[in-house]
């Protein structure tokens, strides 16, 4: 298995307040994406980085802020949560040029209320 | 952006049988790949596959890239196959570009 891990892997927080999950990895992979998954969805791509502070928006990336000032660190944030962030968040990994395979994290459940 | 058709959107089957799930994808691409998420949420790569076959155990994948379709097999399908089977396309842009889209996934159910 990828050496990705998610924290938390549950949180529940209020409207209006601050959250940042984070995503560290031990492979020593250069991409590292963070993802949403939603009923309907499918997993929608937030944002990436493709180096150490070297990051890019996704599909889905209002609302949310990212930072990697490590290799092995990506931290996703979002500023003022709303319920539709109410969500399962997946941070994921790729090796080598970027040319290659994908691995998921277990997945961090944010809830909102 | 690149828009990814998966079908059927749901399948159910009994052990032993075999399926096969559609990757429809509407350009170019340079990268495919299929992931299984279980029913406790786990994504796991599958397949790599940008263009030919591959197989692994009982399963198998195809991409036929000028056509822009890529087929996953399970032959003797097992309880364990449940939960849901998702294509991802990348057209690579150049420069760092590297992202996948996803589609939305078949949902499989294999009983006993």
């Known amino acids: 298995d990828a050496g990705i891990t998610q924290s938390p892997r549950h949180k529940v927080t209020e409207t209006g307040t601050p959250v940042t999950l984070r995503c560290h990895q031990t492979e020593n992979h250069r991409y590292m994406y963070w993802y949403r998954q939603d009923p309907g969805h499918g997993l929608r791509l937030i944002h990436y980085s493709y180096g150490v502070k070297d990051t890019d928006k996704g599909e889905v990336s209002d609302g949310y802020s990212v930072s990697r000032s490590k290799t092995e660190d990506f931290l996703l944030t979002l500023e003022s949560a709303t319920s539709s962030q109410t969500s399962v968040y997946f941070c994921?990994?790729?090796?080598?040029?970027?040319?290659?395979?994908?691995?998921f994290g277990n997945g961090t459940r944010l809830t909102v209320t | 952006g690149i828009q990814v058709e998966q079908s059927p959107p749901d399948l159910i089957l009994q052990e032993g049988a075999n399926s096969t799930l559609r990757c429809n994808f509407s350009d170019s691409v340079n990268n495919l790949q299929w992931f299984h998420q279980n029913p406790w949420g786990q994504l796991i790569n599958l397949f790599y596959i940008p263009s030919g076959t591959k197989q692994n155990g009982r399963l198998s994948a195809t991409t036929v890239a000028t056509e822009r379709y890529s087929l996953l097999y399970i032959s003797s399908s097992q309880t364990t196959d449940s939960g849901v089977y998702f294509c991802?396309?990348?057209?690579?842009?150049?420069?760092?570009?590297?992202?996948?889209?996803f589609g939305k996934g078949t949902l499989l159910t294999v009983n006993p």
């Open positions: 991802a396309v990348e057209a690579f842009s150049g420069g760092s570009n590297y992202k996948l889209t």
């Open positions: 994921a990994i790729r090796g080598g040029d970027g040319n290659s395979p994908l691995h």
